[in-house]
């Protein structure tokens, strides 16, 4: 491992061990995706049809209507979490890393305990406030609710990362008059993209996915995705290739992303170029 | 000429940080505030909606919940659950971030599939995997387990119920874990491993004397969110197993929010909400002081 | 530092006020009613399309005449209990109209305050659109709570079972009129079926998931049983009749055949993963031809018919009355969907405008029309066109004799009924899954109820 070179032997095993894994993530994914393409009963015959007559009847109901709206809203709470995290997250980790007291440790474990509380908990309360300032059913509930999911996440990875930064590289910015902020933004950011970028597209793709209380604090206007996809499912009712084109239709932006995304953070810097 | 050292103005012993700081701490305790206030002020009281008045009552919702046996019984399936699925997905993870931090070919599309799971929302995944391992209608559950002699209903079988959730979360998180131990192991430089080789060390020295001291920050959010998660898991339980059989998947989650939203006993669940959290601080102090 | 650092903030939050401007909804000059409920796409397709985010022509002849501005919000039923009961906890009133269904929420919310009683609606403001007289009493009945209506209903079912008439016929049984004889009949069915080798076709398919699920079913076992609501001693069914007569929960006593009966025929003849079986599978199973009788809420089977593409389903299923049980009555299965109004609402004169559109006769009608379901509240419905074409005179009448002779009330009507029904249904399904015994089982629900209702202050001076 580490860099060196492997027998072919060795990387056989190792592809065969990833390999069986990709197969257990694909299985589902693959059979969801061809559940959309199916009728009700086509979908539960058993043994499944390899080759059928392909019905468009699920993406036809998923593409009409206010269903597109729904992706819309996903797309406006991801990115903008995205951007609210990054920047309350991005200095805050980067305070975090400096702060050696142990003043530092106790607010970071603060921090994440906001995390902790189980949702059911924390419903009728969030509910209660949003309320009353009027603002149930509207991006910015879900955005703030959000916050305190990914937050706590985005502050600790991105403060171990600040924290392995060698600190030559801060001072010799301070040496050159630098302020913090600047700092911050010009000298260690660019060398914390690869993990900011990694971070960014974990919060999207959380954000993304959210379903509690997204669901609670929205109603028509705001409704995310995962929202619509499981109000498909009544007790009477259950459409399910409906459910498997809407999250065959999600996918996609969500591949485009993870490709595109992972592609950069393999291309990442290291400390070598840094140095 | 000397060199003089210049500091910028505004640096006092220490307050720059608490400035970076502020914005998040502010709009974290904005939001949790209220609800936290909330919840203690509630689990004091009791406030079954459908009736009038909400007396205090001090910590009788404690006893009353601590010596229910839904209580005892949601400990053990909650335990149980949490602990499997947080290893197993721990495991499986720092497996394959190894694996793929190396320069194998194609490791580009293999992490990229890998991360998949992650965009589909977890209430879909649990109808995915509901649907699977039917045993009457299911691809998995009434087809391809019979095929192979496996007569057992994944779902109904009280013994097997508690593993198809299990598998059905490890479906959908190993990705996460796969993506903070891939960002961790990124971040450590080469030169390292080089040097060390150099010096002839083993691959198992390598591992436990640079990768896994390197990764340990990494390690402790990955376990501590995926704790904290799986702990809390609630749509896709729900979803595959309503609880069930019986009560044999009934985690904490489900057990909380059949007291608050079905029984409508709102000072019940907010006590069993703190005991939930007291539980979860708790772990997680004690793997930080593990690991570090 | 500080002026970048506030640049960047103050146009984060620019931008995030900006994008949440824009999501709110545009300002309506109509009243809006809100209305929670489930089953999208499936509920007034008429209405809000099949996607139920549409806004049909009709639906908008109704809101410009009456000056409404319908906002329907759909959800899960799970999820939907969650925004209800933080509606209901909040008093914020958001929700004028609510789903409510006759096993649980009707009478928690109904003895909670939290619905407006609407007899006084239906007398001053009986409006064009919703004719109490065309429904059948029993619907109406069981929306009451001590005689004050609290919701009105839009599809509702009674019991029945399903049966495929050429599985039947092959092993030469015809429906079962008492529950011997089902035993009967399931007993053949299940030596026929395996003796042919057949092992993925059952001779029945039921609900057992835990929960609230199957408890609807098994009340009308126990009824069927005992002859009377076996929950309570002598049968006591409201709050006030348990307090007067201090009875004290029969869950060990009369309750105890009909839950056995239940269980058993669940476990020797139903499909392995019954324990688990919500609405959803009963239908599934049926449809892809794995079960040859469903019951007792015959509705499942409808909604298979719709679905199936099995030939044989469709041409063979048959509707037969539930059998009658030792205690002298029929097996009930019986439930309204029914909306309600909150008590909270600001607007409760329109929200009963829309009610009664939404539960009226053109809505029935649609539904029954769409989805070719026999499971409406109207007579004049119920006797459409489109229904005898569909399933002949004679099974009509069948279904019109099964809601006519249909006990409503055969459960007891009290405020922790959701929770009773919660238990009742995990208890089944612990009992089915041989988790614990079936005696075991019921004095765990004995002692709970006893402590509940003593804790309630039911049995106090």
């Known amino acids: 491992m580490y860099g060196q070179k492997y027998s072919n032997l060795k990387k056989l095993v190792l592809y065969a061990i990833v390999f069986t894994y990709l197969v257990f993530v694909l299985f589902p994914l693959i059979w969801l995706v061809q559940s959309s393409f199916k009728s009700m009963y086509q979908a539960l015959k058993i043994p499944p049809a390899l080759i059928w007559r392909p019905t468009f009847e699920a993406y036809q109901k998923a593409l009409g209507g206010g269903m597109l709206r729904a992706f819309l809203n996903s797309a406006i709470v991801s990115l903008s979490n995205v951007v609210l995290v990054l920047v309350l997250g991005v200095s805050a980790g980067y305070a975090l890393a400096n702060l050696k007291t142990k003043a530092s440790q106790n607010i970071g474990?603060?921090?994440?305990?906001?995390?902790?509380?189980?949702?059911?908990?924390i419903i009728v309360p969030l509910y209660i406030i949003l309320r009353s300032f009027r603002l149930v059913d509207t991006i910015f509930a879900v955005m703030v609710a959000h916050l305190t999911i990914n937050l706590p996440?985005?502050?600790?990875?991105?403060?171990?990362?600040?924290?392995?930064?060698?600190?030559?590289?801060?001072?010799?910015?301070?040496?050159?008059?630098?302020?913090?902020?600047?700092?911050?933004?010009?000298?260690?950011?660019?060398?914390?993209?690869?993990?900011?970028?990694?971070?960014?597209?974990?919060?999207?793709?959380?954000?993304?996915?959210?379903?509690?209380?997204?669901?609670?604090?929205?109603?028509?206007?705001?409704?995310?995705?995962?929202?619509?996809?499981?109000?498909?499912?009544?007790?009477?009712?259950?459409?399910?290739?409906?459910?498997?084109?809407?999250?065959?239709?999600?996918?996609?932006?969500?591949?485009?992303?993870?490709?595109?995304l992972q592609r950069y953070i393999v291309r990442g810097l290291t400390f070598g170029a840094v140095k | 000429m000397g060199v003089r050292v210049y500091w910028p103005p505004e640096e006092n012993k220490l307050s720059w940080q608490y400035k970076f700081l502020l914005p998040a701490l502010l709009v974290l305790l904005s939001i949790v505030a209220f609800p936290t206030f909330f919840l203690f002020y509630v689990s004091f009281h009791e406030w079954v909606l459908f009736k009038r008045g909400m007396p205090f009552i001090g910590f009788e919702n404690f006893s009353r919940v601590l010596t229910s046996s839904e209580f005892l019984q949601s400990l053990k399936v909650s335990v149980m659950y949490t602990f499997s699925t947080t290893t197993l997905t721990f495991i499986l993870g720092l497996g394959l971030a190894l694996i793929l931090n190396e320069q194998l070919k194609g490791r580009g599309i293999m992490r990229t599939l890998i991360a998949l799971p992650l965009v589909i929302p977890p209430v879909v995944a649990g109808f995915a995997w509901k649907f699977a391992l039917n045993r009457e209608v299911g691809v998995i559950g009434a087809f391809i387990l019979p095929a192979m002699g496996f007569m057992k209903s994944l779902l109904a079988d009280p013994s097997l119920a508690l593993s198809s959730i299990i598998l059905a979360d490890i479906w959908s998180k190993t990705s996460l874990m796969f993506l903070i131990l891939l960002a961790g192991l990124q971040a450590v430089s080469p030169d390292l491993y080089e040097a060390a080789r150099i010096d002839g060390a083993s691959s198992w020295q390598l591992f436990s004397h640079i990768t896994f001291p390197s990764i340990k920050p990494a390690i402790i959010i990955a376990l501590i969110i995926r704790f904290i998660d799986a702990f809390n898991v609630f749509d896709a339980i729900f979803v595959m197993t309503s609880g069930g059989p019986g009560t044999a998947t009934q985690t904490f989650p489900l057990l909380g929010w059949k007291i608050g939203f079905l029984y409508f006993n709102l000072g019940e669940a907010a006590t069993l909400a703190i005991i939930m959290l007291i539980m979860t601080i708790g772990v997680s102090i004690f793997l930080i002081r593990r690991i570090t | 530092m500080s002026k970048n650092l506030l640049?960047?903030?103050?146009?984060?939050?620019?931008?995030?006020?900006?994008?949440?401007?824009?999501?709110?909804?545009?300002?309506?000059?109509?009243?809006?009613?809100?209305?929670?409920?489930?089953?999208?796409?499936?509920?007034?397709?008429?209405?809000?399309?099949?996607?139920?985010?549409?806004?049909?022509?009709?639906?908008?002849?109704?809101?410009?005449?009456?000056?409404?501005?319908?906002?329907?919000?759909?959800g899960d039923e799970t999820a939907i209990r969650q925004k209800v009961a933080a509606d209901f906890a909040a008093r914020t009133g958001r929700y004028d109209l609510v789903l409510v269904g006759t096993d649980g929420g009707v009478q928690t919310y109904g003895y909670g305050g939290f619905l407006e009683p609407l007899d006084k609606y239906l007398e001053l403001y009986p409006g064009e659109y919703f004719d109490p007289q065309d429904v059948y009493p029993q619907f109406l009945?069981?929306?009451?709570?001590?005689?004050?209506?609290?919701?009105?209903?839009?599809?509702?079912?009674?019991?029945?079972?399903?049966?495929?008439?050429?599985?039947?016929?092959?092993?030469?049984?015809?429906?079962?009129?008492?529950?011997?004889?089902?035993?009967?009949?399931?007993?053949?069915?299940?030596?026929?079926?395996?003796?042919?080798?057949?092992?993925?076709?059952?001779p029945v398919t039921m609900r057992g998931a835990p929960g609230e699920e199957p408890t609807l079913d098994v009340a009308g076992f126990v009824y069927a049983w005992a002859g009377y609501p076996a929950w309570f001693e002598g049968g006591a069914m409201t709050p006030d009749q348990i307090k007067e007569k201090k009875a004290m929960p029969i869950f060990t006593g009369d309750f105890a055949p009909g839950f056995g009966a239940f269980v058993e025929i669940c476990q020797k003849y139903g499909p392995p993963g019954i324990s688990t079986h919500t609405w959803v599978d009963m239908m599934n199973i049926y449809a892809m031809g794995k079960a040859a009788i469903l019951m007792p809420s015959a509705i499942n089977a409808y909604a298979a018919l719709g679905v199936t593409e099995d030939e044989q389903v469709k041409k063979y299923t048959r509707f037969a009355k539930s059998p009658t049980g030792s205690g002298g009555k029929q097996i009930q299965s019986f439930w309204t969907f029914s909306l309600g109004i909150n008590k909270d609402s600001r607007h409760k004169k329109e929200a009963w405008k829309v009610l009664t559109f939404l539960m009226g006769k053109e809505s029935m009608q649609a539904f029954a029309e769409r989805t070719q379901w026999p499971n409406v509240t109207m007579k004049s419905v119920l006797y459409s066109d489109v229904l005898i074409k569909r399933y002949g005179l004679e099974e009509i009448k069948l279904n019109e004799e099964s809601i006519l002779e249909a006990e409503p009330f055969y459960f007891p009507y009290i405020p922790e009924l959701n929770e009773y029904m919660d238990r009742v249904g995990t208890a089944t399904s612990e009992a089915i899954a041989k988790t614990k015994p079936v005696e075991a089982v019921l004095s765990g629900l004995q002692t709970w109820a006893l402590e509940t209702m003593l804790r309630a202050g039911y049995y106090q001076k």
């Open chain 1, 109 to 121: 474990f603060w921090i994440l305990t906001v995390r902790m509380a189980p949702a059911f908990g």
């Open chain 1, 153 to 260: 996440l985005a502050i600790w990875l991105l403060k171990s990362y600040f924290e392995e930064i060698p600190s030559e590289l801060a001072e010799a910015a301070i040496v050159d008059g630098a302020t913090r902020t600047q700092i911050l933004l010009y000298v260690l950011v660019p060398v914390a993209a690869p993990m900011i970028v990694a971070v960014s597209a974990l919060i999207f793709l959380l954000s993304w996915n959210e379903f509690l209380f997204a669901f609670v604090l929205t109603s028509e206007a705001a409704r995310t995705v995962p929202v619509l996809v499981a109000s498909l499912a009544g007790t009477m009712r259950f459409d399910w290739p409906l459910m498997c084109a809407l999250s065959t239709l999600a996918l996609i932006p969500a591949f485009v992303l993870v490709v595109y």
């Open chain 3, 7 to 74: 640049k960047v903030v103050g146009l984060t939050v620019s931008l995030a006020l900006v994008i949440s401007l824009m999501s709110l909804p545009a300002g309506a000059a109509k009243t809006g009613i809100r209305v929670l409920v489930f089953a999208q796409g499936f509920a007034w397709p008429e209405l809000f399309g099949s996607t139920g985010v549409d806004e049909t022509e009709r639906l908008k002849q109704f809101e410009e005449k009456e000056g409404v501005d319908v906002r329907i919000e759909w």
């Open chain 3, 141 to 202: 009945d069981a929306n009451q709570v001590e005689g004050v209506l609290y919701a009105l209903p839009y599809y509702s079912f009674g019991a029945g079972i399903m049966y495929r008439k050429d599985i039947f016929d092959k092993y030469g049984l015809t429906s079962p009129k008492t529950t011997d004889e089902l035993y009967q009949v399931l007993e053949a069915l299940k030596s026929g079926l395996r003796g042919e080798g057949i092992t993925d076709v059952y």
